[in-house]
Structures are given as C-alpha cells and as structure tokens.
C-alpha cells in the first residue's frame, strides 16, 4: 500500500520548457541578439540535458553549469554574447516562473488528501521554494526535498535515503513507512524513475510527450497526463 508520494517539480507540476521558449524570444530581443527561431530551443534542450546527466554522474558541479551552459548554447548557435549574463538573466526569470502543468493543481489537491506528498527536485532550494509558492501549491506539501537542501541529486541513492528517513523521522517503528510504500512521479527516466528503483521505491512515469521510451527499466506505471494519476493511486 502506498503511504507517501514523491513528486518532481520540473515539466511534472510546472512547465519549464515552455518557461525556456518564453525567455530565450524575449531575452534575445532584450539584448539584440539572433531573433528566437524554434530550432533553438532544441539546442539548449540538447546541451542542457547533457550537462544534467553529467550532474547526475557526478561530472560536472551544479556551479560549473551555470558558468557555461549559455556559453555552449550562444557557441553552437554563433552567437556573440556573454553567457554569464544571460545566465543571470535567464536565472531570475525563472526564479519567478510558475507555468502550471495542466491538471497539476487538481491532482495535488487530490493526493494531498491521501497521502504523504513531498516534492522532489534537482535545482535551488529558494527558487524552487519561490515557484511552488507563486503557484499556489505550496500547502500541498508536507515536506520539500530540494537537492541544494540536502547535499545531494537525483537519481543517488543518497538524495532518495534521506526522504526516507525524513518521512520516518517523527514516526513511531510499527509505523515506518517502507521504501516500496513510496512512489515517486516525474518526468526523467534517469533522475527521477532510475533513481527512485534503484532506492527500492515504485515509480510512475510521466510521459508527457508519449515517447513510449523506458530505457529498459521496470516501471510501475506510466501516465500520459496527470489526471490518470487518479486511476493508479
């Protein structure tokens, strides 16, 4: 039976794509750069992936990101300008970017009345906090596992540890709740659904953009939209 659900942040309860295609068309137009073209979002959907993986491997720190993701993105799309700057540019608008998820609202709401639910993130402790507050669903949560918070990422054992111990923190030995209790949803079949198996819990992956993509893992279940969360728990 499961007691307690995990739940990603990032295109899982707020669109961060479609935050990304907002801010490069109006921050190359706000600095007189290269008008924004489609093709361009997925050059940074290609580098930043990439660069998140290493994070993930251990690879590359999360500082070390953010002092050359723009510089790799504007280098491949022969533009001239400084990536730091847009870096801190594209920072701040996302600090306050709080684009729902259709449906996110409604099934947090939803779970909050079943379950233990925690977010679960890779990113800033106080932009993450900042978005979940500027989109009204803050007091859905019990508790809030940000990896700057804990020390640790997705998909580490160690980040998916310490919820565990969190929930149990407070909790009596006959009422501990097990890793196989926990389910974790998101987006990234690495971070999010490798991570969560790998520590023993279920998973449910949110296909959004039903790529019928598993990586070869065992998934517990899939979902297309959030909604269908309803049908799983």
């Given at each position: 039976?499961?007691?307690?659900?995990?739940?990603?942040?990032?295109?899982?309860?707020?669109?961060?794509?479609?935050?990304?295609?907002?801010?490069?068309?109006?921050?190359?137009?706000?600095?007189?750069?290269?008008?924004?073209?489609?093709?361009?979002?997925?050059?940074?959907?290609?580098?930043?992936?990439?660069?998140?993986?290493?994070?993930?491997?251990?690879?590359?720190?999360?500082?070390?990101?953010?002092?050359?993701?723009?510089?790799?993105?504007?280098?491949?799309?022969?533009?001239?300008?400084?990536?730091?700057?847009?870096?801190?540019?594209?920072?701040?608008?996302?600090?306050?970017?709080?684009?729902?998820?259709?449906?996110?609202?409604?099934?947090?709401?939803?779970?909050?009345?079943?379950?233990?639910?925690?977010?679960?993130?890779?990113?800033?402790?106080?932009?993450?906090?900042?978005?979940?507050?500027?989109?009204?669903?803050?007091?859905?949560?019990?508790?809030?596992?940000?990896?700057?918070?804990?020390?640790?990422?997705k998909p580490s054992e160690s980040f998916f540890m310490h919820c565990l111990?969190?929930?149990?923190?407070?909790?009596?030995?006959?009422?501990?709740?097990?890793?196989?209790?926990?389910?974790?949803?998101?987006?990234?079949?690495?971070?999010?659904?490798?991570?969560?198996?790998?520590?023993?819990?279920?998973?449910?992956?949110?296909?959004?953009?039903?790529?019928?993509?598993?990586?070869?893992?065992?998934?517990?279940?899939?979902?297309?939209?959030?909604?269908?969360?309803?049908?799983?728990?």
């Amino acid at each position: 039976m499961i007691k307690a659900v995990l739940i990603d942040i990032d295109n899982t309860l707020l669109d961060f794509d479609e935050y990304v295609k907002e801010t490069m068309k109006e921050g190359f137009a706000e600095f007189g750069l290269t008008a924004y073209e489609e093709y361009m979002y997925e050059v940074f959907v290609k580098i930043n992936y990439e660069m998140w993986r290493q994070i993930e491997r251990n690879e590359l720190t999360y500082d070390e990101l953010l002092k050359t993701r723009w510089n790799r993105i504007f280098s491949e799309l022969n533009i001239s300008f400084d990536g730091c700057r847009f870096e801190e540019y594209f920072k701040s608008r996302l600090f306050e970017s709080a684009i729902h998820i259709e449906g996110a609202v409604d099934i947090l709401g939803y779970l909050k009345e079943r379950y233990i639910v925690c977010a679960a993130s890779n990113g800033p402790y106080g932009q993450q906090i900042n978005r979940l507050k500027k989109a009204k669903m803050l007091p859905c949560f019990s508790k809030l596992f940000i990896s700057e918070k804990i020390g640790a990422s997705k998909p580490s054992e160690s980040f998916f540890m310490h919820c565990l111990h969190e929930l149990n923190s407070v909790a009596k030995s006959e009422e501990k709740i097990q890793p196989h209790e926990i389910i974790m949803i998101g987006d990234s079949l690495t971070s999010d659904i490798a991570g969560a198996a790998s520590a023993g819990l279920k998973t449910c992956f949110f296909d959004r953009n039903r790529s019928g993509e598993t990586n070869g893992l065992h998934i517990d279940c899939v979902i297309n939209k959030l909604e269908e969360i309803r049908s799983i728990l």
